[in-house]
């Protein structure tokens, strides 16, 4: 069993296209997180919820807008999207600890 | 000056060598110190997991984390192909809040 999986695992879009993208965890934790890779492999954190609500929002533009419908799951959708949204989206969850856990990534390219 | 410093690489080295990675960082608050490996196209992985000053052993990898200097390091010792990946050092205060380095990454020759 997959404890943290998103969908969809890659994603080919045109620039001023709306998407979403899933993501369900399985291990039980309060805290999710949505993460940002750019090409570099530098991560940044986007948002952060623990049990359904936001405690982290780093500044991303508001065309990106998590939402948590259980703690189980949050989910992110982008509006309008732009060519500089092309990278790869990781969720996560944790326990608060520090240890995360990842999913595979969803690869984001704008045309 | 970023909070957390981390040699993007690429390091290259033959099999079986003895690997060192490392980070530096700024802020004294920070007490909490992970290693994460990341194969391509997958996500980070935890591979150590220290608090405060010290070693840590996990088979043929060694966390250390030397608070005076606030400096860590990972070694991996005889080196596999398969250890071939990106490093990303990650530490955190009493918050849990992690901040991230670059990442690391590693080549290991056959």
């Known amino acids: 069993d997959t404890a943290v999986s998103q969908t969809p695992k890659y994603l080919v879009t045109q620039m001023g296209n709306d998407k979403s993208i899933k993501c369900e965890q399985n291990l039980g934790h309060d805290t999710m997180y949505w993460y940002k890779q750019d090409s570099k492999k530098f991560l940044k954190i986007m948002f952060s919820y623990n049990n359904k609500e936001l405690i982290i929002n780093e500044t991303v533009p508001n065309r990106f807008s998590p939402k948590s419908p259980d703690k189980a799951h949050l989910n992110l959708h982008i509006n309008s999207l732009e060519l500089g949204d092309s990278a790869v989206y990781f969720c996560?969850?944790?326990?608060?600890?520090?240890?995360?856990?990842f999913g595979e990534g969803s690869r984001l390219t704008v045309l | 000056q970023k909070e957390v410093e981390q040699d993007p690489g690429p390091l290259s080295v033959p099999e079986g060598a003895i690997v060192s990675l490392n980070c530096t960082y700024s802020n004294s608050a920070f007490q909490y110190f992970m290693w994460y490996r990341q194969y391509s196209r997958k996500g980070p992985e935890l591979l150590m997991y220290?608090?405060s000053s010290g070693n840590k052993e996990d088979g043929r990898f060694t966390a250390q984390v030397d608070k005076s200097s606030k400096y860590i390091s990972l070694f991996i010792r005889d080196s596999q192909p398969s250890d071939s990946a990106t490093y990303l050092c990650a530490m955190s205060d009493s918050n849990y809040q992690l901040i991230w380095g670059a990442g690391t990454k590693l080549i290991i020759k056959p």
């Open positions: 996560a969850s944790s326990l608060n600890t520090g240890e995360l856990f």
């Open positions: 220290t608090y």
